[in-house]
Structures are given as structure tokens and as C-alpha cells.
């Protein structure tokens, strides 16, 4: 399916989900306001919400005990909190808890929390499915649901936090779909995420990772924001690439070497590349020699990531050793390298093992 096609289902997926209530927590206060005020309440009711949905995190309309009867009946027949249902949970030896949340409307997704030390870093979809198609990822085998609304996006967040008893310290949109085929739902739910009056999460403990829309970059690196940019790379051979990565195959490297290049000058940010080792595929000579010449003399740091073993697929993760003579090489040039132990492989809650489904 071609990017145009994509975002022509997500339009259609997205009215036809307009049609179910509406789901506060993809709201502004200013949002809120005008719902108070189109129910014939006081603006401070505003506030009140806010406080219930965002501080509280409560889960019913019910639960707002300082808004009249009336209003909380009101609020329930026309809005919802909450609309994922948890179906499944994964526990990994390492900590990390793998969800499976189906929505109203069928639609299923997983999302991850990784617990380390003091910090909850929660890994959280923003499609159901994914329609790119990269050969090391199980999620696109099964295709594109649909998208996730903002209210979706952020409901996985909640879930995460209600089910530790903690607070999400980071967000990584590394889940389910490609989200800047999704550009516009996954700002907002990023926004929500970060508004002091929301979940207050620091811009830079927000990141979006996409397999590469170019389109999509340039317009990221124009948001005021101070969000986290990372890039499924994988190769920085085209052949290599365009085999590993379909769904951005129309976009060339030099494309996108450009566009990164644009991103780091306009926002002085360093993006990361995600880069998965793959045996005899990737991890050869001439492809580390590749990734050096990218990366040199550019604003950016590679993570190295053992391929995950993905049920079906006839790819095999490199030899660590490869993981340490890449890490070296790119390091000898200059370039920040991270050798990225993954989390949550014994659930296949590890990146590129979701499948909106457990077990």
C-alpha cells in the first residue's frame, strides 16, 4: 500500500470513528471549556475535569464526585474515558508488562512498560497493525487495522501508569504502525503528553520513531516542540534497505541523509538511528562501511539492536560480537553508538515482536 493510500484509510478509518463517543483524553483544556459551556456549566467545570481526568486518572465519570449528578449523567451518556479494554498481560522477567487493549470497535493493540530503577518508560502503539511492511517486524505481517485517535495513543499511557501504580517518566511511540503515516493524531496525543495541564512528560522524554517519511520529518522539525526524533535505518545500503523496509523504498537515502541533515540544523537536536543486526544480511563489511560514510560528520547517534526473533521469519540476529565491532567502527568516526539490550524478548514485547495479539 502506498503512503497516499495509507493516509486516505486513516482518514476514512478516522470519520468512521467519530462516530463512537468521544474520548476526553484527547482533549485541550480548551476543548474541555467548550464542552462545559455547550453543556450549559460554568467555566471553572473546566478545570474540575481536567483535574478528575489528568491528576486523578479516574476511569469513570462517576468517580467525579464534585460535579453535580446531572452533569456526571450527562457526561456519560455523550463522552467516554476510557475506551481500551485489557484482553491479556505478559510479565517478563526483566519487569517490563506487555498489554493487549482492544477498543470499542474491535480493534486491538499492544503497548509495553519498562520499569528501571525510579523511571517507567511506557512504549505505546499509535496503529493497530501497520501497513510498511518491513521484513523483521512481526506486527506488518498481519496488516493495517486502522489507525489510533490521540485519545487511543495517550489511553495506553493511562493504562501503563494505573497498572504500576507509578508514573510514566517516558513515552516512545515505537509500537504498533508507522506514526507519521499518523502525523496529526500522534502530535496531539505527544501534546497531551507534555501540557503541564495534561501528563506534563518533558518533550525530550517523548520520541517518535518512523521507518523514514520524508514528507513527515521535514514537517516534524518545523514543530516548536522539543520532541525526539528517532529513524529505523537498518541499512544504509539502497538495495539492503529497499529489501528490509518496502514501505519507504520510494524514498531514497539520499533523500532522507538530506532531510535528516535539515532536521538537525533546523532544531540542534541529535536524532537517533535504530539500526537491528541482522545475520549475513546487514552486518557485513561493506555495510558497516556504508553506515559509517551516513553518519560521519552528522549530528546523530546509532543504537544497535540484536535482531528479535520474529515467529516465521527466516532472519537470524547477528553475532554480539558484530553489535561490538560496528559500535567500535562507528565510534573510531565520530559517531555516538549505544549497543541496546532489548526488553521484554521472553513476552516478544521487544521491538519489532508485536502482533496485536498475546500468546
Not at 504502525?177 to 503541564?196: C, I, K, Q, W
Not at 547477528?318 to 559517531?335: E, K, M, T, Y
Request: aromatic letters at 6%; hydrophobic letters at 35%.
Amino acid at each position: 500500500m502506498q503512503p497516499q493510500e495509507q493516509v486516505k484509510q486513516q482518514e476514512n478509518q478516522q470519520t468512521s470513528s467519530k462516530s463512537r463517543s468521544r474520548n476526553l483524553l484527547g482533549c485541550t483544556r480548551r476543548d474541555l471549556e467548550a464542552i462545559v459551556k455547550e453543556l450549559g456549566q460554568p467555566a471553572f467545570r473546566a478545570k474540575q475535569l481536567e483535574s478528575w481526568i489528568w491528576d486523578k486518572q479516574v476511569t469513570s465519570f462517576d468517580d467525579m464526585t464534585n460535579l453535580s449528578k446531572q452533569l456526571r449523567s450527562e457526561l456519560t451518556n455523550t463522552y467516554a474515558l476510557r475506551t481500551g479494554t485489557q484482553e491479556a498481560r505478559l510479565t517478563s522477567i526483566d519487569g517490563s508488562r506487555k498489554y493487549l487493549l482492544r477498543f470499542d470497535d474491535g480493534a486491538s493493540v499492544e503497548c509495553v512498560g519498562m520499569p528501571s530503577g525510579n523511571r517507567l518508560a511506557a512504549c505505546v502503539s499509535t496503529q493497530a497493525g501497520c501497513a510498511m511492511g518491513c521484513a523483521f517486524c512481526a506486527t506488518g505481517a498481519s496488516g493495517l487495522t486502522r489507525s489510533l485517535t490521540a485519545a487511543e495513543i495517550v489511553e495506553q499511557v493511562f493504562h501503563i501508569t494505573s497498572d504500576f501504580g507509578s508514573r510514566v517518566t517516558s513515552v516512545v511511540m515505537m509500537g504498533q504502525g508507522e506514526p507519521f503515516v499518523n502525523y496529526d493524531e500522534t502530535l496531539s496525543a505527544l501534546r497531551r503528553l507534555n501540557d503541564p495541564y495534561g501528563m506534563g512528560i518533558g518533550a525530550r522524554h517523548l520520541t517518535v520513531s518512523t521507518c523514514g517519511v520524508i514528507p513527515m520529518i521535514a514537517r516534524f522539525s518545523r514543530e516548536p516542540e522539543q520532541f525526539t526524533l528517532a529513524v529505523s535505518l537498518h541499512s544504509a545500503v539502497q538495495r539492503t534497505r529497499d529489501a528490509l523496509m518496502p514501505g519507504v523504498k520510494r524514498w531514497s537515502l539520499l533523500r532522507l541523509y538530506d532531510v535528516m541533515g535539515e532536521y538537525a540544523d533546523r532544531t540542534g537536536r541529535r536524532p537517533t538511528y535504530e539500526y537491528a543486526l541482522i545475520k549475513g544480511i546487514n552486518d557485513t563489511e561493506e555495510e558497516l562501511s556504508y553506515l559509517c560514510d551516513f553518519c560521519r560528520d552528522t549530528l546523530c547517534h546509532v543504537n544497535l539492536i540484536q535482531l528479535n526473533a520474529v515467529p516465521g521469519s527466516h532472519l537470524e540476529p547477528s553475532n554480539p560480537q558484530r553489535a561490538i565491532d560496528f559500535s567500535r567502527r562507528l565510534q573510531s568516526v565520530g559517531v555516538e553508538t549505544t549497543i541496546r539490550n532489548s526488553r521484554g524478548a521472553d513476552i516478544e514485547a521487544a521491538c519489532g515482536q508485536l502482533r496485536q495479539r498475546l500468546g
